[in-house]
């Protein structure tokens, strides 16, 4: 007997009330689907493997299904495939590998790997989950290599205070020589091989939700295709890799503050159809979540992160709080901390001499910076006092502040935060801030799942024949996003697992009468 959503426990749907609720108001805003009467479901196509998103996660569990012999239906909302892995720069991290050696990084190892996203995690991974990313990540390398691609080096991540530097190596694999912007070329060859090996993809394909079984669990998806409602079923497993929830505004508020603030005041570089699908639906069918609330975030402006463009960042009390020559992540997420949420970006004459399209960040600025000072959008003022006064910061204390970063200048080096870039004086005006904001890549967390990517319940029982992987789980990142290349890696590791165990479960016996849609 099957029916959608709930499992077999009345006691497990009742512990999970509270989390259903949410999924529930979710599913409601986002059109998903609600509970179905399933008991005599009329099935309308079925395959062994059906997999629910075709980014990176998505395509590669179809790669390894689809070899081990698994019949393949991927499903994907958008119009085509590639999700966020296709807008992303396709960087992967992974130590100990040849590129890496070929480089002259000769004293990286998987367990070096462990340790750095162990301490940037906070206490917040699964050490499970981490390790699996770790020692399995070389391997991702290789079977991307083995489709096609080719990695041109490696690069490291700027300096995080809580993270030994000694375990902060040089191992995210660029593609080619671009640092960002081949993301498509990793989905390219991904997406090849899947055809290649007979792959069934389906784009604007929208999964509404699972059906399960008593005795077998996850026997399949329900699916709207052109205006078409479907019943499709999956005699092994289905696999949710649909992404992220920083579309969704329901999820972001209940889930991510800070993702809800990056969105609120910076810009979103994520695939428009990252809305929580696959979080939704499992929740819906009783599955946990795991480390949610970390973002990606990346600063909007350059400002004080470089050699080339000086600076410093403060606070509403005119009080720098941070490197502001660390990683990406752990900046955004220091400035989340503070009151308010608010930081600024504060540079001199000398700087903004260097011209917009130097200085500006994403997208660049006017040369002279005469439209964003017209705009509001970046304050100037012929004295710090002044430019104090503007942005509501503590006046005696921003000059305190600049004052003091002059002195170290002096002998060109940071006493407070040991900044290593943008090490000049701040002392020829006007001067000039600009509010620091986000260009958010995505959320960090979602459900539960264990080493061999199933879906656990509340109770860390695995909900039979549902895998996930990628940007749809949480676990292996901790509160902020722990370096550019992660989340590759784990579309490559957990998808591989995914589509492997998901194809080795024992089939169903096939549908006798499919009903023709």
């Not at 990056?262 to 696959?278: F, H, L, R």
């Not at 600024?344 to 000398?350: E, M």
Request: net charge negative.
């Amino acid at each position: 007997m099957s029916r959608s959503f709930f499992g077999p426990s009345s006691s497990r749907r009742q512990f999970i009330g509270g989390a259903l609720s949410i999924g529930a108001a979710t599913a409601a805003a986002s059109g998903l689907s609600g509970c179905k009467d399933t008991t005599d479901m009329e099935w309308n196509e079925e395959a062994d493997v059906i997999i629910v998103g075709a980014g990176g996660s998505g395509l590669t569990a179809a790669i390894e299904a689809l070899r081990a012999g698994s019949s393949v239906i991927l499903f994907e909302k958008a119009l085509e495939a590639g999700g966020s892995t296709a807008l992303s720069g396709g960087v992967i991290q992974a130590a100990g590998t040849d590129v890496q050696i070929g480089g002259g990084v000769t004293n990286d190892t998987p367990d070096k790997h462990y340790d750095y996203y162990e301490q940037a995690g906070e206490g917040v991974p699964t050490p499970e989950l981490l390790r699996t990313l770790t020692d399995n990540a070389p391997a991702a390398v290789t079977f991307m290599q083995g489709l096609g691609l080719a990695y041109s080096g490696v690069y490291g991540v700027d300096p995080i205070p809580t993270v030994d530097p000694s375990v902060m190596i040089d191992r995210i694999h660029l593609i080619g020589e671009a640092v960002a912007g081949v993301g498509a070329d990793h989905v390219a060859v991904l997406l090849a091989e899947v055809n290649a090996l007979g792959g069934d993809l389906r784009t604007e394909a929208a999964v509404e939700g699972l059906v399960e079984d008593f005795d077998e669990g996850i026997v399949g998806v329900t699916v709207t295709i052109g205006g078409q409602i479907l019943n499709v079923r999956a005699r092994q497993a289905v696999v949710i890799a649909s992404g992220g929830f920083e579309r969704n505004e329901d999820l972001v508020l209940a889930f991510s503050p800070q993702q809800k603030w990056e969105m609120e005041t910076g810009v979103c570089y994520c695939a428009p159809t990252n809305t929580g699908d696959g979080l939704v639906m499992g929740m819906n069918v009783g599955a946990d979540v795991a480390a949610l609330g970390g973002t990606i975030g990346y600063p909007g402006v350059g400002i004080g992160t470089s050699t080339t463009v000086p600076g410093i960042w403060v606070n509403k009390h005119g009080q720098r709080f941070i490197n502001e020559g660390g990683h990406y992540a752990y900046l955004m997420r220091g400035v989340y901390d503070q009151e308010e949420h608010m930081a600024w970006a504060v540079f001199d004459k000398t700087v903004g001499d260097i011209g917009g399209a130097a200085i500006g960040g994403f997208g660049g600025w006017s040369d002279d910076l005469s439209e964003e000072i017209a705009s509001g959008q970046i304050i100037t003022a012929a004295t710090l006092e002044d430019l104090a006064t503007a942005l509501g910061v503590n006046a005696s204390e921003l000059e305190r502040t600049v004052a003091s970063w002059n002195d170290d200048m002096a002998d060109g080096t940071d006493k407070l935060f040991g900044k290593a870039v943008g090490l000049a004086m701040l002392n020829t005006a006007p001067y000039y801030a600009i509010q620091v904001t986000s260009i958010n890549l995505g959320t960090c967390g979602g459900l539960k799942i264990n080493t061999d990517t199933q879906v656990l319940d509340v109770y860390g029982q695995p909900i039979k024949r549902l895998y996930a992987a990628g940007m749809t789980t949480g676990g292996f990142i901790g509160p902020y996003y722990p370096g550019s290349g992660t989340a590759i890696a784990a579309t490559v590791v957990f998808g591989r697992i995914a589509g492997t165990n998901a194809a080795n479960e024992v089939a169903l016996e096939p549908v006798k009468n499919l009903v023709e849609a």
